[in-house]
């Protein structure tokens, strides 16, 4: 902020501030300013010597002991307080950890923080003090991992320097493509700036198994001239500890552990931290009380030395290596109680699923103080976060702690916000919850995946296209997230002052320079095509597009590319099958252009579930494997669905469900010209001539159904139903066709309503655990009903009653 940059000139009173002339109106007035890009200066600089200015040519000698830089750290009171680094500090820094490094001439580093950030100096003092060259990280790349990982490979990067919470996104990116993962030539990884949580890394290593870079954990605070501890990482290392690792103090330093009176307690026991020697700051500008109070006198030391009180708490083990344990002035009282809030964040980063965990006293309502809980899932993505109960996690806590300490509330989060330092931003930490929004549902296929996109980042269930990203508590980081995430999914790029600018969906989607329209008429479509794990086909109901499962790629994680069968007819109503079969045959020989062996993983909807089980027929046939076969409220047309035979509008409810909720599609209403409700539905943007052509396949898929009869399948079958839906027979009555089991999932919807955010996030959460454990021949879904074909039927009594109903 200005006033914050017009506090620190005014408080560090520089001589002469080095800008540029796009730059220089940014700040404030008041100090001599050198544009380097003047055309005078740029003159006079050409015109000096190159060499290095020495001592007679200075106002007076240069001193090790002159200031190299201040740095401005936030204060408890407010006021930013400027730590002054003499120059001896940075090049004993580097010297003493050279027997760690050998940093050489040959060595790539990045600059990815930024310079108000003392991780900063380790980054540029480190190559220019022993000949390594420096790539420089624009800011916003830095907040893209998937691009940085990229940079680092084309750059060929060998040091990298990473706080903890930049380097799990980073991990993200490295496992989601691994084809630039196999190009990385890193030596060392140094992370610095915050706790380490060590069990993180086992993916890493699990990855880089055989060409696996050192990874090193350095301790440090700006006090202390950026590192003061270094411990080398590995597999053991992290597979056993939880707590984060600091190493031993730097040999040029002294660090202890110590009491209230100022004593070494002994390993095992918790202290505050302290440092002594090299590394000392000279004390905080123009701060002489708060230098005192924080820059204490040694009783350990010789006479007359200094140590830095750092505020963190620590402990020794046994084999002398530090294990830090958090900040020892974060103390909240909640009802009287004092809590300390790492205490809790242990407890549950201890729970399984929990990858890093935050807890934060909130006070969002004036003298209502409560608790807040965030955790992110070990595998960082929607889908591990849909199988997060919250409730669970509050219970399993209250297990090991008091009911005090138990939060009110947890949120279930993506990833943690980062400062532009890429520490942990609590600030920035959302609200356990957000005022109800009226709804206005996506209009095109585009809207529909924005939606989904704008809700997976922000976590929320569902966002209407009118919702600003950031009111429903987006923020820079993840607005970096969503650009990222757009581009892998719709392909497009953005800059993200285009969502400052337009942070709707419906804005979003006007500012996107997206493909011709036409293409959501495709009969291939593709809703996601980034991921490595075996891509899900769904195939289209019987108004022949598949828009509607724009929304299921919120709860299947990053790693599974998504894709549509959509009818030919909206292409060339010739090209429209003459038969189901015939349908499948066709839409077998698109997916194998995405997927050219099986096994496939193949959903189906309503009609769509006919087609999905003919081409699982034919697949098989072909390959002699079984397919994942997925249906959404699907079943067999000899089963005795309709209360008369000549109730014929009731197989177009029941199979060609395309308005939101509970409205279906008929024919007769087409044929008076529907007008589509703008605020419920996805296909209000149709055109007069798209809601003809809608009515001509709807029509023509009814008529395929008369004929098609189901032949039996190998495998097994997972059958999600629409338990509000009347009339529709049980599940049992799939038996027949199936050589496997039927294992059935029940929704609390109507059949239309199945791609509604609600019911998609169950749908999403059992189907990314079958699709995960199918890898493994095992199940793990809980509320789910086995029935078998070769042992009988094993339904429950519901279900036995809806079947004798039908």
């Not at 003092?125 to 990229?150: D, H, K, M, Q």
């Not at 949580?197 to 301790?219: I, K, S, T």
């Not at 934060?360 to 976060?385: F, N, W």
């Not at 050219?596 to 193949?602: D, E, I, K, V």
Request: charged share 20%; hydrophobic share 40%.
């Amino acid at each position: 902020p200005r006033d914050r940059l017009a506090f620190m000139l005014e408080d560090a009173a520089p001589v002469c501030m080095i800008s540029d002339s796009a730059t220089a109106d940014l700040l404030p007035a008041g100090v001599p300013t050198l544009l380097l890009d003047a055309q005078a200066v740029s003159q006079a600089i050409a015109a000096r010597s190159r060499a290095n200015p020495t001592d007679a040519q200075r106002t007076r000698p240069l001193a090790p002991s002159n200031p190299a830089y201040v740095i401005y750290t936030s204060g408890s009171t407010g006021r930013p307080k400027g730590v002054v680094i003499p120059q001896q500090n940075v090049v004993r820094l580097l010297g003493a950890t050279e027997h760690w490094y050998r940093f050489g001439p040959d060595d790539v580093w990045t600059m990815f923080h930024s310079h108000a950030f003392d991780f900063s100096v380790w980054e540029l003092w480190g190559p220019l003090l022993r000949g390594g060259r420096l790539v420089v990280i624009p800011n916003l790349l830095s907040r893209s991992p998937s691009e940085f990982l990229a940079l680092l490979v084309r750059e060929k990067v060998t040091v990298l320097n990473q706080t903890p919470s930049a380097f799990y996104q980073l991990m993200q990116a490295d496992q989601d493509l691994p084809h630039l993962r196999a190009g990385l030539a890193l030596r060392c990884v140094i992370f610095g700036g915050e706790a380490l949580e060590l069990r993180r890394l086992q993916d890493w290593y699990d990855r880089h198994a055989d060409n696996a870079p050192v990874l090193v954990n350095m301790y440090g605070i700006t006090e202390t001239t950026v590192h003061v501890s270094y411990i080398a990482l590995d597999r053991s290392i992290a597979a056993q500890e939880a707590n984060s690792l600091v190493g031993r103090g730097i040999p040029d330093l002294q660090v202890y552990v110590l009491d209230d009176l100022l004593q070494p307690v002994p390993a095992g026991v918790p202290g505050e931290l302290y440092v002594a020697g090299a590394g000392l700051a000279r004390g905080y500008l123009n701060r002489p009380g708060l230098s005192a109070e924080r820059f204490v006198a040694n009783p350990l030391g010789a006479p007359g030395s200094r140590m830095y009180r750092t505020g963190d708490l620590a402990r020794w083990r046994a084999d002398g290596v530090l294990d830090f344990l958090g900040r020892a002035d974060q103390q909240v009282k909640i009802r009287g109680f004092r809590i300390e809030p790492g205490e809790i964040e242990a407890a549950l980063a201890r729970l399984p699923l929990v990858a890093q965990a935050a807890v934060i006293a909130r006070e969002d309502s004036p003298g209502h103080k409560q608790l807040v809980g965030y955790v992110v899932p070990e595998a960082a993505d929607s889908a591990t976060e849909a199988l997060i109960d919250t409730a669970a996690l509050r219970r399993s806590l209250s297990q090991s702690l008091p009911d005090y300490m138990v939060p009110a509330a947890i949120v279930v989060l993506q990833a943690l916000p980062l400062t532009p330092n890429g520490k942990l931003d609590r600030k920035a930490l959302p609200a356990p919850d957000f005022t109800p929004r009226s709804i206005r549902a996506p209009r095109t296929p585009q809207e529909e995946i924005l939606a989904a996109l704008f809700a997976e980042i922000l976590h929320l269930p569902q966002v209407g296209i009118d919702d600003n990203f950031f009111d429903l508590g987006g923020h820079s980081l993840l607005a970096t997230k969503l650009i990222s995430r757009a581009r892998s999914t719709l392909n497009v790029e953005l800059a993200i002052r285009t969502l400052f600018e337009a942070p709707t969906v419906a804005q979003l989607s006007e500012r996107i320079n997206a493909k011709d329209q036409n293409d959501s008429f495709e009969t291939l479509i593709p809703i996601r095509t980034t991921g490595d794990a075996a891509p899900l086909f769904c195939i289209h109901p019987g108004g022949g597009l598949s828009w509607g499962y724009g929304s299921l790629i919120k709860y299947l994680g990053n790693n599974r590319p998504v894709y549509g069968l959509q009818a030919r007819g909206y292409t060339d109503l010739a090209l429209m099958p003459d038969s189901i079969e015939a349908m499948a045959a066709d839409y077998l020989e698109e997916i194998q252009k995405i997927q050219p062996s099986g096994p496939y993983n193949l959903l189906g909807w309503s009609f769509g579930g006919y087609v999905a089980v003919e081409i699982s027929r034919l697949a098989s046939a072909q390959s002699g494997l079984d397919n994942q076969l997925v249906l959404l409220d699907t079943y067999p047309l000899r089963a005795n669905v309709f209360k008369t035979p000549d109730q014929h509008s009731d197989i177009e409810r029941l199979d060609f469900p395309v308005e939101r909720k509970t409205a279906y599609l008929h024919r007769d209403r087409i044929r008076e010209g529907i007008t589509f409700n703008a605020e419920k539905s996805i296909l209000s943007s149709l055109s007069k001539n798209h809601i003809e052509r809608m009515n001509e396949v709807t029509k023509h898929n009814v008529s395929l159904l008369k004929d098609y009869r189901p032949e039996k399948i190998t495998g097994d079958l997972l059958l999600f139903v629409a338990t509000e839906t009347p009339r529709l027979p049980a599940p049992e009555v799939w038996l027949p066709y199936v050589t496997g089991q039927v294992n059935v999932y029940e929704i609390a919807c109507h059949h239309g309503a199945m791609t509604d955010p609600e019911p998609m996030s169950e749908i999403g959460r059992v189907l990314t655990s079958k699709l995960h454990h199918a890898l493994h021949n095992t199940s793990s879904v809980s509320d789910e009903v086995k029935l078998s074909s070769r042992s009988g039927l094993h339904g429950n009594q519901h279900l036995a009653e809806q079947h004798d109903a039908a």
